[in-house]
């Protein structure tokens, strides 16, 4: 069973767009995917703008990889060096830890990814 960063079941991240390395909706890693797509983020222009300027074009559609291209708002699963890059500034995208995977914290700590979490608004 994989697990999220608290060691709990890891939840989908996001079936629509269908992200995930495996493009099955869940931010699992195999040691194939050298990108380490383990971080389960929601989009924002800013950091949309923010990994486009570093080669890294994540708004332009691929369908050759399956690649839908992204808007704010939409979920998916990060490369933990990108977001690391864009956390240290200051554009780093929210993040559902539940659907973040256990391997992140190989990169860094619970601590950080904390204090970028997504926060559901209770009614």
Known sequence: MEKNVFGEKLHVCCTSPMTGYFRDGSCRTISEDTGTHTVCAI????????????????????????????KAGDKWCLCVSRWIEAEKANKAPKLILEATHEKTLEYTSLDILVKHAYIKASN
């Open 43 to 70: 989009m924002t222009d800013e950091f949309l703008s923010f990994s486009a300027s570093r080669g890294n074009d994540l708004i332009t559609p691929a369908p050759y990889y399956q690649f839908p291209g992204l």
